[in-house]
């Protein structure tokens, strides 16, 4: 079993007239389907998940990673575009670009000037890093931020091919209509819950204890009671776990205390 070629979220005339059928059956037609094709003759077709291509994101060199990283960045700035897209953010991604960026609009501005900077061929993206922070940076050719440890939350391709037919050399008119009518923030807000959840999941390396959740830079109010009360979740079932088995439980009791502290010093906040 081989990769398959991801489907086109939407049809090929449906971002029209910002990005044009045309673009679209060749982009995805051709040039993605191109990469998918010598993906699976380098790899003789052994990778046939999405979970294997990542993981050959993390080790792959050479021309083995630059089709496998264009594979997989396609299918991402796919899922970054929306017929319905455009407009603005809301929510918790809202409030955490304007906490990042200092608001949507600066986001926006350095969205773009992270497209329009890019030399030659690559990629802009909006990141989230291992510490929670939000960042917008550029890749070069097929080089995608999965290789760097850090999350994707949204991309644009900005290679010749996905604009010349629309836009010929004006880059800066794709970008900027890419940010006005075509962005699909959904995808963005989706992809921004699920990394806070990977990030909530891993405490050891983000927060030490309950008290450095107070402090966190990255993490909104809702979000900093939505990590301590997972945590005390986990705490109980942990307890509960212990009682079972007669092996005591005790320091989860301290932790749950420390839990509650910094869970009623939010409350007064
Ligand atoms: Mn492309």
Do not use: C
Request: no cysteine; net charge negative; proline share 4%.
């Amino acid at each position: 079993m081989s990769y398959q070629l991801s489907d086109l979220p939407y049809a090929y005339d449906a971002l029209a007239p910002h990005i044009g059928p045309q673009t679209l059956k060749i982009h995805h037609g051709k040039h993605h389907r191109a990469y998918v094709d010598r993906l699976n003759e380098l790899t003789e077709g052994n990778i046939d998940s999405d979970a294997k291509l990542q993981h050959l994101l993390g080790k792959a060199d050479g021309a083995l990673f630059d089709q496998a990283a264009q594979v997989w960045n396609h299918s991402f700035y796919w899922q970054s575009m929306s017929p319905d897209g455009g407009g603005n953010p809301d929510g918790e991604l809202a409030k955490a670009l304007a906490s990042a960026f200092g608001s949507v609009e600066r986001f926006r501005t350095e969205f773009a000037e992270a497209a329009k900077g890019t030399f030659g061929s690559g990629w802009a993206w909006l990141v989230q890093d291992r510490d929670g922070k939000l960042r917008v940076i550029n890749t070069s050719n097929a080089d995608t931020p999965i290789r760097h440890d850090l999350t994707p939350l949204l991309t644009i391709d900005v290679w010749e091919h996905a604009y010349y037919l629309d836009y010929q050399n004006d880059r800066g008119a794709y970008v900027e209509t890419f940010l006005k009518h075509v962005l699909n923030w959904s995808f963005v807000a989706s992809n921004f819950t699920t990394a806070f959840r990977d990030m909530m999941r891993r405490p050891g390396e983000i927060f030490e204890a309950p008290g450095d959740v107070l402090d966190h830079p990255a993490l909104s109010k809702t979000q900093r009671i939505e990590v301590l009360q997972q945590w005390r979740y986990d705490a109980v079932q942990l307890q509960v776990a212990a009682q079972e088995n007669m092996t005591g439980g005790e320091q989860g009791a301290g932790f749950i205390e420390k839990i509650d502290q910094a869970l009623t010093q939010l409350d007064r906040n």
